[in-house]
């Protein structure tokens, strides 16, 4: 049986996600609480935030996931947010000097 491509789902969920978006910055959470750093295994199943930096925590209101750079012990919020200086490169700078 054929079956016609699924793009309108895709603009449905693009939609709902504009209007989702839009409630956070209202009424959304502002992700004081956090877990624990969690250090990803290396491979192909990795989260968005895990592969930042390797390393994510996790909003434990929400549930969403936040890169963590463990050399600033920062949560990284924005993307492109200091990703150049994460660990490693700390770890060579601090050998170098």
């Known amino acids: 049986m054929f079956q016609p491509p699924r793009q309108t789902e895709s603009r449905q969920d693009r939609g709902w996600a504009v209007l ?3 409630f956070d910055v209202l ?3 502002s992700h ?3 877990s ?3 250090t990803a295994k290396p491979g192909p199943r990795r989260s968005e935030a ?3 930096t390797g390393t ?3 909003c434990l209101d929400c549930g969403r996931e936040f890169a ?3 050399a600033r012990m920062k949560v990284i919020t924005a993307p492109g947010e ?3 200086k994460t660990a490693e490169t700390t770890a060579v700078q601090a050998k170098a000097a």
């Open 36 to 38: 624990f750093p969690i």
């Open 32 to 34: 004081k609480r956090y």
């Open 20 to 22: 989702a978006g839009f």
């Open 50 to 52: 895990a592969s930042v």
């Open 56 to 58: 994510y925590v996790v």
């Open 82 to 84: 200091n990703i150049g």
């Open 68 to 70: 963590y750079d463990w």
């Open 27 to 29: 009424f959304g959470c």
